[in-house]
């Protein structure tokens, strides 16, 4: 059994680590980013766009969709200061593929047609977030 002043220290100490990590995250100021994605002139109906923190930025990795060529982070996945390496990905269906019935939906199977570039090699231009920011508006022409 442990001794009443070694159980408030554990307490005492859980306690601090605890409000260290929500404080922190708490006053992390969020930045909406928005844009338009578009490969050879054409928007990308269906895709993933990924903001990865780059060295020296601490953030989470930011992931959202592309639809019809849109994508927004907002709200709760709005981005934080910093510069972030930006990965994209697109999606189109596989031809003559039959749908599958997995799921709750009826999914038909894609293929992502990106050159390695702009996704897992990125080249792409790194993105800069500033606390200054209200807004961040930037369209990728890939």
């Avoid at 002043?5 to 990590?21: D, E, K, P, R």
């Avoid at 895709?47 to 982070?73: C, D, H, M, N, S």
Wanted: with cysteine; charged share 25%; hydrophobic share 40%.
């Amino acid at each position: 059994m442990m001794k009443t002043g070694t159980s408030v220290a554990i307490a005492a100490a859980l306690a601090t680590l605890l409000l260290g990590c929500s404080s922190s995250r708490d006053d992390l100021q969020l930045m909406p980013v928005t844009g338009v994605v578009t490969y050879q002139g054409e928007p990308i109906r269906d895709g993933v766009i990924r903001l990865i923190p780059a060295e020296g930025t601490e953030a989470p990795v930011r992931v959202r969709k592309i639809k019809e060529g849109a994508y927004q982070f907002t709200g709760r996945s709005a981005v934080a200061a910093g510069i972030y390496r930006v990965e994209i990905s697109a999606y189109r269906p596989v031809d003559d593929a039959a749908p599958s019935e997995e799921g709750l939906g009826v999914d038909l199977p894609r293929v992502q047609y990106l050159p390695k570039q702009f996704n897992t090699d990125s080249q792409i231009e790194l993105l800069e977030v500033s606390n200054t920011d209200s807004e961040v508006a930037k369209d990728f022409v890939l």
